[in-house]
């Protein structure tokens, strides 16, 4: 039976499991690991670049929170900020946006955003409550760069601002900075965008930029000066004031401006002046507006006038002037000692300008030339009287110009030529005349007996204080008593010229018989007149 029971039931044989069989619980793990490949390429394929930034000092930044903005628009986020080897600087590793790759340029800006006071602006308010946040400027070069040196301050234009950028020359700096504003027509249109002394330390070059469309006016000859502060002239009219703006006198500032075309000057060169002028064309800086905008003459001549005389008030800069023409201004004042004549004199440098003292031809071929022989010009000019004469231009502040004029009765001069540069001859001033006069005079004045003249004055004295005395003791009697005769004499003529005094009436009586008489004598008149015969036959009877 239990053999039986054995053969009914199959015999149960192990089954061998496949080295390569799967199991669906591993497909969880799987989809997992899928996704995480995924994501992580994913996250390969958008990461940014990652830049470092250099700065001076680490304030306002701080890994994790500090955003880096492109026009208020978040492109990436500072990681960390450690200090640079050498502990001088605060590097700053940041990650960015993929779409600013090719943002990352050569000339590309950094600066830290935070609340300035900066001339006449405030800037960065926003970040008292946001936080800093690093701000960015896009460069313009094709070569990229992911390492960057942040700017201490904010640019103050960006790339995006349209207009141009020019470049001042200067001997100093005056009370200008960086952002100072620069004004066309007292419209503020530039700033100043930097500075920096020169290499060879005797100036200063200031690079600034004008917006535009205001760019535009800024000509070949366009003139710049300081607006800093008041100017203030005084001239005939009164006590005038000029400032651009309350902002150019607290913070400085510049201002420019074309001058109209010099009268003298041709066609071609008008124009070309009126070109505009391409970015990055150097100017010179003046320091006021009436120097900016003084001609300025592109043909000098240099001469000297040695002068003998005392040139105190006059001053480097002052003016020459024909007939209140200015024809030039003086360069340098030195002395001169003659060992011949062991005396010394004063040599004055100046520029005379031709194209303001030369003749022009209104129309024909000779139109805007100049006389061809400047040389045999002068020599006429001085043969014929030309000479070069200290005045005085102003009483109250003694300044002193020269004038150049034509005059007449002085001694026969000529240009010394051989000199360098060639000598004019002078002519004494009027204030040096009348001080050699005076010192005549006063020679003169010495040269005069004053002590024989007081003894002879003193003897008419006494002869005078004798004829006084004379005078009172014998004449004033006699002539006391001829005044009292006199006297009696005009009372007594007063009462015989009353009205009731007999004379009075007997002049009346008489002036009566004088009228009748004149009647009888007007009557024989009318009656000759009518009966001239009467004279020889007499007047005949009444016929009765």
Known sequence: MPEEQD????????????????????????????????????????????????????????????????????????????LSPDHKRVIASADLAKDASDMLVDDTRFWVV???????????????????????????????????????????????????????????????????????????VGQITSYELDADGMGVTL????????????????RFWQASGVDVKLDSTGVKMDTESLISIL???????????????????????????????????????????????RIVDSYVFNFKESVRGLSVGAEVDFRGIVLGEVTAIYTRYDPATKEFSIPVRVNFYPERFSMRAESGTNAGRLVDDRRKLVEWMVEHGFRGQLRTGSILTGQKYIAVDFFQNVPKAK?????????????????QSLQDSIQALVTKLNKLPFDSIGQNLNDTLKQARALVSTLDTQIAPQA????????????????????DSPLQA?????????????????????????????????????KK
């Open 7 to 82: 053969r009914d039931f199959p015999e149960a044989l192990p089954a061998r499991r496949s080295r390569f069989g799967f199991s669906l619980i591993w497909l969880v793990p799987l989809i997992a690991v899928l996704i995480g490949g995924w994501l992580a390429a994913q996250a390969i394929l958008q990461k940014g670049p990652t830049i470092t930034i250099s700065f001076k000092t680490g304030e306002g930044l701080e890994a994790g929170k500090t955003k880096i903005k492109y026009k208020d628009v978040d492109i990436g986020t500072v990681k960390s900020v450690v």
């Open 114 to 188: 935070r609340p300035r006071i900066s001339g006449g602006t405030v800037s960065g308010l926003g970040t008292l409550l946001a936080g800093s946040y690093i701000g960015m400027d896009l460069g313009v070069k094709k070569a990229t760069r992911h390492d960057f040196t942040g700017l201490e301050s904010p640019p103050v234009i960006t790339a995006d601002v349209p207009g141009r950028d020019f470049v001042l020359k200067s001997d100093t700096m005056g009370s200008l900075a960086v952002g100072a504003p620069i004004y066309f027509r007292r419209l503020q």
């Open 207 to 222: 690079h600034i930029f004008i917006n535009a469309p205001y760019d535009k006016y800024v000509k070949l000859n366009t």
């Open 251 to 297: 913070v400085g500032g510049l201002a420019f401006e074309t001058p109209a075309p010099n009268p003298g000057m041709t066609d071609i060169s008008t124009a070309e002046d009126a070109k505009e002028a391409p970015e990055q064309s150097v100017f010179n800086l003046f320091a006021t507006r009436i120097e900016a905008m003084k001609r300025h003459d």
């Open 415 to 431: 240009v010394v030529w051989n000199a360098d540069p060639p000598e004019l001859p002078t002519a004494t001033g009027g204030l």
């Open 480 to 499: 006391g008593a001829t005044l009292a005769a006199a006297r009696d004499a005009l009372n007594t003529t007063t009462r015989m010229m009353q009205a």
């Open 506 to 542: 007997n002049a009346a009586e008489t002036m009566k018989e004088l009228s009748r008489t004149a009647a009888a004598f007007r009557n024989l008149a009318e009656y000759l007149e009518q009966h001239p015969e009467a004279l020889l036959r007499g007047k005949p009877e009444d």
